[in-house]
């Protein structure tokens, strides 16, 4: 008899169009690891019960999505530096000794497929960050570690972008700053980390702020291109990226911290890249 494979999932609310289980499906497959993954609709009050029922029902992982990162991380029993300075958790793995790690891939995933996918040489250039949400917070310390020579933290309440530049700043030159103070500064690279294309807003940026190489990133991803990927290619931006291939290399990472096996992500990137074309018309 075949042994019932390991059991994955990811808790979020909403669930329903999570990619998640359709990449760890696809990573699964691709490495031959006998692993189910499923999707689990989990509110902010059922969470901590919902984790423990999942693992002591035989779970091995878990990803955590919004709105729940925050508490997995106040959840897990011992978390990785950059997962304790992120203050947010999107993977949950069992330890041996029946304890809760905590990670957040979230940021190592985002920085693979700026370097590895696009090579882009984050040494040495100029970074701004737009946003000090959690989002913000997750992704900051793994850039720091690619040494920038400078990394902004635009927002349009200032104070948030300033109390992260403290956070980090052990890590990196980092710094804060309003949006008014953005006209006449150049960067390589223009992440944002703002809930903004959620709703088809704009952060409010002036034009010519990217230098002549110069790239843009949303950490969020649809069917269509947001409202600042958009804003990325009128600025002429060399790549104007959406969150797709930072979401297969988040799971990629989460899957390896599982598994021990790291999955090609670069198909897995194209074949969803490719169904959200056909499904855009
Ligand atoms: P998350 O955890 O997803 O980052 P969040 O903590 O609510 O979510 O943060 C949302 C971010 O988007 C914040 O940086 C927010 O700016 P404020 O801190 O000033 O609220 C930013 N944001 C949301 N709507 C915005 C808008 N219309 N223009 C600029 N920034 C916006």
Same mark, same amino acid.
């Given at each position: 008899?075949?042994?019932?494979?390991?059991r994955?999932?990811?808790?979020?609310?909403?669930?329903? $169009?999570?990619?998640?289980?359709?990449?760890h499906?696809?990573?699964?497959?691709?490495?031959?690891?006998?692993?189910?993954y499923?999707?689990?609709?989990?509110?902010? #009050?059922?969470?901590?019960?919902?984790? $423990?029922?999942?693992?002591?029902?035989?779970? !091995?992982?878990l990803?955590?999505?919004?709105?729940? !990162?925050?508490?997995?991380?106040?959840?897990?029993?011992? !978390?990785?530096?950059?997962?304790?300075?992120? /203050?947010?958790? =999107?993977?949950?793995? +069992?330890?041996k000794?029946?304890?809760? *790690?905590?990670?957040?891939?979230?940021g190592?995933? *985002?920085?693979?497929?700026?370097?590895? =996918? $696009?090579?882009?040489d984050?040494?040495?250039?100029?970074?701004?960050?737009?946003?000090a949400?959690?989002?913000?917070?997750?992704?900051?310390?793994?850039?720091?570690?690619?040494?920038?020579?400078s990394?902004?933290?635009?927002?349009?309440?200032?104070?948030?972008?300033?109390?992260?530049?403290?956070?980090?700043?052990?890590?990196?030159?980092?710094?804060?700053?309003?949006?008014?103070?953005?006209r006449?500064?150049h960067?390589?690279?223009i992440?944002?980390?703002?809930?903004?294309? +959620?709703? =088809?807003? *704009?952060?409010?940026?002036?034009?010519?702020? *990217?230098?002549?190489?110069?790239?843009?990133?949303?950490?969020?991803?649809?069917?269509?291109p947001t409202?600042?990927v +958009?804003?990325?290619?009128?600025?002429?931006? /060399?790549?104007?990226l959406?969150?797709?291939?930072?979401?297969v290399?988040?799971?990629?990472?989460?899957?390896y911290?599982?598994?021990g096996? /790291?999955?090609?992500?670069?198909?897995?990137i194209?074949?969803?890249?490719? #169904?959200? !074309?056909?499904?855009?018309?």
């Amino acid at each position: 008899m075949t042994a019932a494979p390991d059991r994955y999932a990811v808790f979020g609310q909403p669930i329903a $169009h999570s990619k998640s289980p359709r990449i760890h499906g696809l990573f699964a497959e691709q490495t031959a690891q006998a692993i189910s993954y499923t999707g689990q609709e989990v509110a902010p #009050e059922q969470f901590a019960d919902a984790v $423990h029922a999942f693992f002591a029902d035989g779970g !091995k992982g878990l990803n955590c999505t919004v709105p729940l !990162k925050e508490l997995a991380w106040q959840l897990a029993d011992r !978390k990785t530096p950059r997962a304790e300075l992120s /203050r947010a958790v =999107n993977t949950l793995a +069992l330890e041996k000794d029946g304890s809760i *790690l905590g990670e957040n891939t979230d940021g190592i995933g *985002l920085v693979a497929d700026l370097t590895r =996918n $696009h090579e882009i040489d984050l040494v040495g250039s100029r970074i701004l960050v737009i946003g000090a949400g959690g989002a913000s917070r997750g992704i900051i310390g793994p850039l720091l570690e690619q040494s920038p020579e400078s990394l902004v933290i635009v927002n349009r309440t200032v104070f948030r972008a300033r109390q992260i530049a403290d956070e980090f700043r052990r890590l990196g030159p980092v710094s804060s700053c309003g949006f008014e103070d953005l006209r006449g500064q150049h960067y390589d690279l223009i992440i944002n980390a703002t809930s903004t294309s +959620l709703s =088809n807003q *704009l952060p409010p940026l002036p034009d010519g702020l *990217l230098t002549d190489t110069g790239s843009c990133y949303d950490l969020a991803y649809g069917n269509a291109p947001t409202t600042f990927v +958009l804003w990325g290619r009128e600025q002429h931006a /060399r790549y104007s990226l959406d969150g797709l291939g930072m979401l297969v290399e988040q799971a990629a990472e989460a899957f390896y911290l599982w598994r021990g096996v /790291r999955p090609e992500t670069r198909p897995v990137i194209d074949l969803l890249d490719a #169904e959200r !074309k056909n499904s855009a018309g």
